[in-house]
């Protein structure tokens, strides 16, 4: 935990200290997990995560916040996945999504059918060897009323199975975004953005 601290130190100075050095003073970090990416107009969308640090992130501030991303290629990093899912509550068999259209928090409840613990991103259940990339997820089987996700994070394999109606909400319900920080001065204006879950050193 204290190594994970001290990382996410040094990545927000090593993120500020050019734009210091100018003068023109200190700009922000934050940092979120993506719902929204639009490539065209080069925006990112995301729920902030109002910990501001590793180890235990929530999800859960509202409404979500957009930014552009940096005029500067050298300044952003991989494009980042999209996704509705908030939170996976295996202890109370329940998925936190984010609802586009209410813009607000839902939680679905499921029934579980099966559950994998310490599932490691390597695993052949989770990890295809011969394409040297993680299988793609969710896994949405509507004859058998079945979704499976993964979550690298808790090391979690699940299936589910929820009732019929919430099978018509696109498939990015079920998965979850990835998480990105931010680098800014000016509100909803990159200067330099960081896709954490692409990042080997601070993935969990």
């Known amino acids: 935990m204290k190594m994970q601290r001290a990382l996410l130190m040094l990545f927000v100075i090593v993120m500020a200290m050019p734009l210091f050095g100018c003068g023109k003073g200190l700009g922000k970090v934050d940092q979120g997990r993506v719902i929204e990416f639009d490539r065209e107009k080069r925006t990112v969308t995301f729920i902030r995560d109002v910990t501001a640090g590793p180890g235990n992130p929530r999800y859960t501030h509202l409404p979500p916040v957009t930014y552009e991303l940096p005029k500067e290629p050298n300044e952003t990093g991989e494009e980042p996945k999209a996704g509705y899912r908030m939170q996976l509550d295996v202890r109370k068999n329940r998925i936190i999504i984010f609802d586009p259209v209410a813009m607000d928090f839902k939680t679905i409840e499921y029934e ?7 599932v490691k991103k390597d695993d052949p259940l989770v990890f295809d060897r011969d394409a040297n990339k993680l299988r793609k997820f969710p896994l949405i089987d509507r004859a058998k009323k079945t ?3 993964y979550s690298a994070g808790q090391k ?17 319900t079920w998965d979850a975004g990835d998480e990105v920080r931010v680098y ?5 204006k990159a200067l ?4 954490v879950s692409r990042t080997d050193i601070f993935k969990k």
């Open 112 to 118: 579980l059918v099966y559950r994998k613990e310490r």
């Open 156 to 172: 979690m394999l699940t299936t589910f199975t929820v009732p019929d109606r919430y099978f018509a909400l696109p498939e990015k």
């Open 147 to 149: 979704i499976t996700v």
């Open 192 to 195: 330099r953005f960081m896709n």
């Open 184 to 188: 800014y001065k000016e509100e909803g």
